[in-house]
Every structure is written in structure tokens, then in C-alpha cells.
RNA sequence: GGUCCGUUCGUCUAGGGGUUAGGACGCCAGAAUUUCAUUCUGGUAACAGGGGUUCGAUUCCCUUACGGACUACCA
């Protein structure tokens, strides 16, 4: 069992890979570097019905943006390659003849119409129609017929499916890393398809068949695939391949309500279940990405869903986590996605960056405002340090800082109060205080604007709140003098005067 | 309906036969502040129910309830 870790995601491009699927992604790229083994990409599209353009390059894009991008998948380090199922597609089949020589599947001929026929029927009796040994032998199977038989009508080009013939008596005790050990009575399973009449392999074979030769010591999937365990374990032992281990990861469920998050779920409540934006004829689907979010605040959060390290410890590098990770620490219970800690984490994310780096960020979006004030990058960092710890987001900055870039339009009502008929006085007589201001930093605007209040025995509050209620238009935002050095003197006589004559 | 999985504060979770059941998010309250926010301090709040086993169970077993996944020629 000492064979090398290799491990991987393995998604249909249906669409944009959801939030659960990322989750899947990023415990399979930990556990791989964790153990020094290997992380691969394979897109399953043995359904080209649900094909949608453009997914696959997505589900590549998102994970790299989050950096866990796979060491091998379409296009890169193909060892095993192709890494695309409908690029291997003429391998299934010999498989799935293999197994019908071992005796472990038959031609199945029935149509789809029969087969909802017997589920119909069977529903109506109130009995629950399984495809297996209890009524195998009475449909229209290559169990039945001669084997000249079946060649005929296989020869004729008749539709046919390769069914997997399950044991009738047999207890599975099967061994989960993180479940530990599930039994399943193999008489209660169904023969599932494994080759479909289409010429594709269904997932069940072509997962198998792939994940054997691609040399995969570890599946790590949804908990939506422990019902199919034993399948495909019954599958390996037929090939006689060694199985890889198995952990089934809880699922993610929505924040209110009951059930699994789903792609619906994230616009309706207002927050993104995709990496990045997804655009359909349909609408646009938000992305984590385009809503600002770090990717270190989506590895992290998403990390601590349904896994912890056993500390209290909460924020963790992608460094950390490889360093920290152990599937066996992975619970066994759903997790309901939290929105509101998730915004805590980029928080602590927007806390650690650098102020020039949130600074050209922010700047991108004042470019677009075309205003008319313009502050050097310098300038900008300034700003950001003033307002940066009291946002979550770089697209918060705006709403915070405004009134860095233009004067106050309105003044805020509430605060107009304290504006009494002495004010207009005051502030001008203020306005000459500063303007007599030569070394204009915040500290040294302070200590005069200070002293002068102190000389005239004037309260704070008098002069503070309408010179605040000047400069921002509300009675909100960081340390004023700091706001004063920034906009200038120019512009703080100027706003003085404005609101001298407006309020 | 059948099969399987699960159940500790509202949420994410730690813990595990004897604990004041710990932390985080949220919420509330104080502190600080010329303001708002941040920050800091404190507080609120949980072992689903019932049976066992045991000197003792939230922890082990059974069971009920509840929740979830699966039940396609989809993955």
C-alpha cells in the first residue's frame, strides 16, 4: 500500500464549477502536497449532452486563481494523458468486453420506454423496481438469450447497453478515511449501465478504468458518490486492479433552509457560490473573484468547512494548510456555508496586505470614476492606510473615502444640529488659523488647530464637529486632521467656506 | 418507498466516560474615540428525544425523531 500518492479532481464541464466542487478540488491538491505525492485534472465528459463550452477552460481558471492548480491535466504534463475521457473513449470498450467475458456484465437490450414501463408498474404495486437478480433473468438481457443470439441482434445494430452483474449475497464492508467502515448488502444494489448504447462509457466504468490507469491511490469525492462505493469497488475487484483508498467529503449545504447549496442558492441570497463570474444568455452568475474576495479568503474559508487542525487556530496560508491537512481530521456532518464569517476571513485578508498593493487596486476604480481630483500612488497609499481596517472588501474603499476626492455635496441632517448660529463665526475664524498653517501634516495642523482652541477656551466639540461635518458632509470617517493633510490646505478653506454659505 | 450517511451554542467547530463543555463568526453591552467604523474587554447561547452499559454518560451501544445524499443509457 506504499504506492505513490496521486490524487484527483475529476469534473464534468457542465457549467461553472460551483463552490462544493472547489472544496473537492482544494482537500485533493492538500492531501496530495501534504503527503509529496500528486494533484491531476481530469474532465469527465463522457456526456456530451451536458456539454457547455467554456466550462472546462473555467474549472482551469478558477483553480489557478486559487492556486491549486493541478500538475497534470489537458495540455500540461499529460504522462497519462489524454486527461479528457471523450479523448479516450476508444479504451472503455475493451473494458467493458473484459468484464463480460469474466461473467461480471451481459448486453442489456431493453429500451429506456421499457424500463420506465417496469418502474411504473412496479410503483403502482407499491414494490420498488430494482434492476438486479430479482427480475434480471426477465428482461430483454444477453442472460437470456444464446450467446449466437446476442451477436445477432448486436450485429443487427440494436441498441444496447453492459450492465454490471452484481453479486446476490454478499455483505460489502467497505473502509472510508473519514466514514471508517460502510457496509452495503451487494442483493440490494442495481446492475448499474456501465457502457451506454451511445458508444461512452457511463462515469462508473470510465472513472474506474481511468482512475486505474492513471495510477490514483486516493479518491477523495462528495458524499454524493458514497452510495456508488461499492460499485466501483465491486469494479476494481473484477478487473482485478487494486482499489484506491476512498474519502467521501461532507457536503455543503445551504445557509438557511435545508439542503445541499446549489448553484440558485448564491444570487438569491446574495453572495457568490462560484469562483469566478459566470456569464450565460440566461444572466450572469456572481464569482467570488469579481465580488473581491481573496483567493486566500476562499482557500481558507472553504478549508475549514467540514476540516480544522485541532487548535483554535483559524487563519491559515495555503502554505499552512498543505503543512496542517490530514483527511482523517475531516468530519463526517454537512456544513452550512456561513456568508457573514466568510466576509470576516477577507477581512483579515484586506488587514494583512500591503497599503501600496490595495492602493493600485483602489486606483483602477477611482480611474474609472474620471474625477477630477487626482492623487499620486503615494497619496492613494495614505488613503487606504486611513480607511483600509474598517473595510472588507477593496470595493468598500469608495463609500469610506469619497470625500477624499470631491467635496461634500449634501450635509447630513442629524449633524446639521450641532451647527448653531456661533458656527459660521468659528469656522471662519478657523479657516484664518489654518491658513496661516505653514508645515501642513496632520500632527502639526493638530497641535495648532489645538492651541488655538485651548487660547480661546473653545470645547472641542464646538469646533470639531462642524469643521467634521465641513470636510465629509457626515459625521463619519478616519482622524480629521489626517483627512485635512490629505485633501490640502486649498481645499479645506475651501470646504469651510462652502459650508459656511450652505448650512 | 428503498439504500446509505449524519445530528455539540443561530452558524463553523474543539472536546470526549467524571470539564465551570473551549474557540471563532454573528448578536448584545462596556472601554477607547471630536464622529462613524475598526480595535479591545465582557456577555448571550449547545451536547435532538428515549432506553440501556456504567459508580458515573454529552462522550460507548440500541432505538426513535429529524436532516441529508443516492435511487438515469447525468456526473
Partial sequence: MSRPVRVRFAPSPTGPLHIGGVRTAL??????????????????????????????????EALEWLGIAPEETVGKNEKFGPYRQSERKPLYKQYADQLIESGNAYYAFD???????????????????????????????????????????????????????????????LQDIIRGEVKFETGLLDDKVLFKSDGMPTYHLANIVDDHLMET??????????????????????????????????????????????????????FPVFPLEW???????????????????????????????????????????????DLKRVHKAGAKFDPEKNKWFNHQYLMQKEDSVLAEEYSKIIELKHLNRHYSLNEMTKIVSLIKDRADFVSDFWEMSDFFFIAPTAYDEKASKNWKAETPALMQELISVIEEISDFTSLNIETIVKD????????????????????????????????????????????????????
Fill in 452 to 503: 488655538w482652541m485651548t487660547k480661546n477656551e473653545i470645547g472641542m466639540g464646538k469646533v470639531m464637529q462642524p469643521f467634521r461635518l465641513s470636510l465629509v458632509g457626515a459625521l463619519k470617517g478616519p482622524h480629521l486632521f489626517d483627512i485635512v493633510e490629505v485633501i490640502g490646505k486649498q481645499e479645506t478653506v475651501s470646504r469651510l467656506q462652502k459650508a459656511i454659505a450652505t448650512i
Fill in 217 to 270: 491511490s486516493h479518491v477523495i469525492r462528495g458524499e454524493e458518490w458514497l452510495p456508488s462505493m461499492p460499485l466501483h469497488v465491486m469494479l476494481y475487484r473484477a478487473f482485478g486492479w487494486e482499489a484506491p483508498e476512498f474519502a467521501h467529503l461532507p457536503l455543503i449545504l445551504k445557509p438557511i433552509g435545508n439542503g445541499k447549496l446549489s448553484k440558485r442558492d448564491g444570487d438569491k441570497m446574495g
Fill in 27 to 60: 482537500f485533493n491538491y492538500l492531501f496530495a502536497k501534504k503527503n509529496g505525492g500528486t494533484f491531476y485534472l481530469r474532465i469527465e465528459d463522457t456526456d456530451q449532452n451536458r456539454f457547455v463550452p467554456g466550462a472546462e477552460e473555467y474549472i482551469l
Fill in 111 to 173: 429500451t429506456a420506454e421499457a424500463l420506465d414501463a417496469h418502474r411504473k408498474q412496479h410503483e403502482a404495486e407499491g414494490k420498488t423496481f430494482i434492476y438486479n437478480h430479482h427480475n434480471r433473468e426477465k428482461l430483454d438481457t444477453s442472460l437470456v438469450i444464446s450467446k449466437e443470439e446476442t451477436a445477432k441482434r448486436i450485429a443487427n445494430n440494436e441498441d444496447y447497453v453492459i450492465r454490471f452483474k452484481t453479486p446476490q449475497n454478499e455483505t460489502l464492508h
Fill in 279 to 325: 456569464k450565460t444568455a440566461e444572466g450572469v452568475s456572481s464569482g467570488y473573484r469579481e465580488k473581491g474576495f481573496f483567493p486566500e479568503t476562499v482557500v481558507n474559508f472553504l478549508s475549514l468547512l467540514g476540516w480544522n487542525d485541532g487548535t483554535d487556530k483559524e487563519l491559515f496560508s495555503l502554505e499552512e494548510l498543505t503543512q496542517a491537512f
